[in-house]
T-cell receptor, first 112, second 112 residues
Framework: QKEVEQDPGPLSVPEGAIVSLNCTYSNSAFQYFMWYRQYSRKGPELLMYTYSSGNKEDGRFTAQVDKSSKYISLFIRDSQPSDSATYLCAMSVNFGNEKLTFGTGTRLTIIP | EADIYQTPRYLVIGTGKKITLECSQTMGHDKMYWYQQDPGMELHLIHY???????EKGDLSSESTVSRIRTEHFPLTLESARPSHTSQYLC???????????FGSGTRLTVV
């Protein structure tokens, strides 16, 4: 069983919709959770970084962590065509241990 | 614009050839990583370094080797390329955990 499960999609939604992207994980030791965005033919770039359970908001993006359910989410409000990309969740055990475990990524397309 | 550079961007090479994938960063980061990314699959850590003269193998077994003689340079070498090495190779660096990784744009390797 993979440590991190993520639906690969593809997911297509109309412009302006709210997008929900999710990951589940099996290792209860994970404490640090990240979302990366990867455009075609580019490397991933960090979007959001959260610690433990709770919500974190940054503009149109909200990251949510539920450690009791081992479930994390990324919400995108007022989605734009420029949000079309692959979104990868990543997580690690220790603050100083930066060996990240990634999900497979969800390919998202926003339709104008 | 990312300050981490990978060359070449694309490489098609014959079986049995020796190849070196270059990765350089100008940010002075101590920590550097090599990940392998295949379509629909999660990123797998193949090598990492926490500083000059420090290299470790990652979670995914790899026939490649790395060196870290200078802080800014972290090349990956395949002594004898095989078709099973066909993949995208991503280099990344980090300093502060909360800043996440900075990724290069990747090298897409095809071994024929």
């Amino acid at each position: 069983q993979k440590e991190v499960e993520q639906d690969p999609g593809p997911l297509s939604v109309p412009e302006g919709a709210i997008v929900s992207l999710n990951c589940t994980y099996s290792n209860s030791a994970f404490q640090y959770f990240m979302w990366y965005r990867q455009y075609s033919r580019k490397g991933p770039e960090l979007l959001m970084y959260t610690y433990s359970s709770g919500n974190k908001e940054d503009g149109r993006f909200t990251a949510q962590v539920d450690k009791s359910s081992k479930y994390i989410s990324l919400f995108i409000r007022d989605s734009q065509p420029s949000d079309s990309a692959t979104y990868l969740c990543a997580m690690s055990v220790n603050f100083g241990n930066e060996k990240l475990t990634f999900g497979t990524g969800t390919r998202l397309t926003i339709i104008p | 614009e990312a300050d981490i550079y990978q060359t070449p961007r694309y490489l098609v090479i014959g079986t049995g050839k020796k190849i070196t994938l270059e990765c350089s960063q100008t940010m002075g980061h101590d920590k550097m990583y090599w990940y392998q990314q295949d379509p629909g699959m999660e990123l797998h850590l193949i090598h990492y370094s926490y500083g000059v003269n420090s290299t470790e193998k990652g979670d995914l077994s790899s026939e490649s080797t790395v060196s870290r003689i200078r802080t800014e340079h972290f090349p990956l070498t395949l002594e004898s390329a095989r078709p099973s090495h066909t993949s995208q190779y991503l280099c990344a660096s980090s300093d502060r955990p909360m800043a996440g990784y900075t990724f290069g744009s990747g090298t897409r390797l095809t071994v024929v």
